[in-house]
């Protein structure tokens, strides 16, 4: 049997049971679809997250009267510790005038200080994530000329286990997700195999071989996930282009992912799993009527 | 060359549809089954294409033991020997054409081959204009010879007939026969397992007769005699 | 009675299976359709229990006006009407037993009812001891029994039978031709359509004959003769 | 036909089926698993979102000087004004001692600030949500004793496009994913119906009226609907007591709704949401066959 042969074949028997194949690929195309919204959700939760982390910083505060020279090696040392990323100099006078901001309609406690600024200068240090935060702190303790270390301790014994159990929950319900698809999807295709339970036996007794049976349900199951998929995708990239133009307009403080790049790639995934899954629950489901 | 060695089945339900059958049916022979409705005629026909291995005894087609055959050698058993179902056994969601050119792919002929011969052997059994039916639109008669030329269209070395004349009016019937034997001469070993007593009386060829199951008669030139 | 005036039937993919047939079968009468395969045998029954309807001309069951009838009055045409239809149409995944009595259940008949009648009807076409077998685990000819025990079981006004025999040995044939002329004899039309010309040369009954879709012959006292 | 009949009719057919029943059933478990969990963390999103939403507050700086009575009036005053849920009163020395707390390592701002409290007594107000609180903001100001209001406008106006987001997006999710699982289980019923088109047409040639052919086919469609939902009610509940257990341990603070009258009532839905799904997929792929 050539490609073209089976491949005519799966298509003719496509178009005959057409019912079936109806059926069988809408569920397919609204499974990945329902999978595809989830994916992206969890992409966005996760870009979230990490734009959250990623403004959590060290606070080195530095002794009083470093000259540039000094400023400069320091900051160098700094840098070059692991897991730092960024370091930005704040000067005592920005700092009060932050403070103030902060304080704001409360910012009268300040009044008469600015002339004695009680406050030092310091470097702002970024991490590669809310995990080395302890670790550089630690590290830049140490060092000479700075006098102290502050970091939202609360706030990042708070974040680390919430952050961490978003990613633990939202790998767990991803797998959950991308395996209860992948049953639904080979469920679904292993009913329209069972419907043909006849045809099988009848081809079997004719003297057909196990593969010659195999190769044209294999790609029809391909060609249904396929189908499904491709259905799925379009639906999954318009629904999110929807979705990111709304959130942009509504709450344009979150941070989305933007649709291009990642559209392509979750079309391309959901292509393969569909004909990947399609093909494989034709193959199991047919193990039981051959070989026998 | 079919051989049967004291050969019974048994069903899973319970039924016993063959008790020590032995016979053996030479190369190029042409053998009717006769029997009542329930002998054991359809089961007999099984064992040989292997749709069901025997309880006891032994099978051999061209000297192979069937119940031995790993499962991977069964299709092509199964290629050298012909079918014509009791009920037909068409693919439905094929036309009849379709379901001639089946059995042709699956020995893995040449499609120019399959253009040859799938309408010769239509016209052979009287359903050249029939070709683009499926089986659900042709009528009994229609259907069992369409299940005729698929068995036939392969030249097997062994053709089984069940009832391959059941859905046919006596003329054609005996124009049906009349290719069997054709097939036969040209060195076909052919099993038919049949109720027309008309043609085992008028072909006078080898009649094996079996009742509840046993080898009650096997005569060379026989009739259908109850 | 069944009369049909001038009836036509071509078939959606263009096949004219029958021409301009009128004939009249009274009731109580017991009539053999006759005639080679294709010939629009199985057509003309189909076309009394309303499977298919005539592309032109009329088809009357007991003076109704069968493609006049509404959807949901086909149900109640045919609970007076048993088939037994050339392909059998058991349910796969009910015994013969469930079978005979689904028919019976269909018409509202008492659970009491059903365990009287439906072993009787089975024991009728010798199939008492098969009850509790699938269609798949039953002989072609047991099927073909079931088949029948299903279509009279209900004492229908009409009985079609659409070659009732095809697939019994000789004996059981006649056997089961006697059961049909012993329930028309009760009052029941039957019209049988079928290929055993011993059958219909022995009962002398009203032979009516296909070829190609048209009437060509109808004869009271008739024979096969082809 | 009695109700008896019919029950044993379908259960004995979905015996005979097992195959197909099995294939079937276990999709319908699988997808309304999913659908549990989605939901789960639907109801739980909301319930955090409440929580964080009802720690919004006004802060209404009292005019120095107002003795007790006074006092009393004014918060029965405020306690009236719609939407108020409840008021707290906190003395210039407590939201001094909060303040301190919060400035934590700068702390010594406030020294020697002590004598001269520059701090006012206040109220603290929560009200029934964040749209209530500019409402109730305005309405405080004009009240005698009320010298100014507070309260975080700010992160109101990014909180409350943030949750209505939340609970849009959260209602589009739950609508696609309901739609999408009663689509799959009604398209795996139609699988199983199709399937047995031939029976079906046997059984009106033997003059079997519709409604014959589709009460047992309608109860064997529920009951396959009902079986997958149970297995399905019975995985949620456990998954769910299993990760509201491992949220307590890890982030204790985050708010969960507790199990049980929850894991009631969704195993209620999900029963419900089966059968009826399950009978509709049945009778609605049965009219292809009926009537014609
Ligand atoms: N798959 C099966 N499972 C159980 N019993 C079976 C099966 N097939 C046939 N039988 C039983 O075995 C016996 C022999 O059946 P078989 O089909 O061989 O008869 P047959 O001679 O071909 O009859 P017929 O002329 O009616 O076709 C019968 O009693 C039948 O009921
Ligand atoms: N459903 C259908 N669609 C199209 N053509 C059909 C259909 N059923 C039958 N035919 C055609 O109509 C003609 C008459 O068929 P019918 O089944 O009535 O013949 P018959 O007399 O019963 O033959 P047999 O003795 O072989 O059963 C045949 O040529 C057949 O191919
Ligand atoms: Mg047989
Ligand atoms: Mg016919």
Known sequence: ?292 | MIEFYDVSKSYPNGTAALHGITATIPKGEFAFVVGPSGAGKSTLVRLVYRETLPTSGYVFVNGVNVSKLRPAAVPYLRRNIGVVFQDFKLLPRKTAYENVAFAMRVVGASPKEIARRVPATLELVGLVDKGEAYPAELSGGEQQRAALARAIVNHPLVLLADEPTGNLDPATSWEIVQLLLEINRRGTTVLMATHAKAIVDAARRRVITLDHGRLVRDRQRGDYSQ
Chains 1, 4 share one sequence.
């Open chain 1, 1 to 292: 049997m050539g490609v073209r042969m089976i491949l005519g074949e799966a298509l003719v028997s496509v178009r005959r049971n057409a019912l079936m194949s109806l059926a069988s690929t809408t569920t397919v195309a609204v499974s990945l679809f329902i999978l595809a919204v989830f994916l992206l959700a969890a992409v966005n939760v996760d870009h979230m997250v990490k734009t959250i982390e990623g403004e959590l910083e060290v606070r080195l505060y530095l002794s009083a009267g470093l000259d540039e020279a000094a400023l400069e090696d320091l900051r160098a040392l700094v840098e070059a510790l692991e897991g730092v990323t960024e370091v930005i100099y704040v000067s005592k006078e920005e700092a009060l005038a932050t403070l103030r901001q902060q304080l704001g309609p409360r910012a009268d406690l300040l009044e008469g200080i600015d002339e004695m600024n009680p406050l030092r200068d310091s470097f702002r240090v970024f991490t590669q994530g809310p995990a080395w935060i302890e670790h550089v702190a630690a590290a830049a303790a140490g060092l000479g000329g700075v006098e102290d270390v502050g970091y939202q301790r609360e706030l990042i014994q708070r974040l680390l286990p919430l952050t961490s159990a978003i990613h633990f929950g939202g790998l767990v319900l991803v797998g959950l997700m991308v395996i209860a698809t992948l049953f639904v999807i080979s469920n679904t295709v292993r009913l329209t195999i069972l419907a043909r339970s006849e045809e099988i036996s009848i081809m079997k007794l004719v003297g057909a071989t196990d593969w010659f049976i195999r190769w044209p349900l294999l790609l029809e199951g391909m060609l249904l996930g396929l189908l499904g998929a491709a259905i799925a995708a379009i639906g999954a990239w318009q629904a999110y282009a929807w979705a990111v133009n709304g959130v942009y307009r509504a709450v344009s403080f979150i941070p989305v992912v933007p649709v291009l790049p990642l559209a392509w790639r979750l079309g391309l995934l959901l292509c393969g799993l569909g004909a990947v899954i399609g093909g494989l629950g034709s193959v199991l489901s047919l193990r039981r009527f051959l070989r026998t």
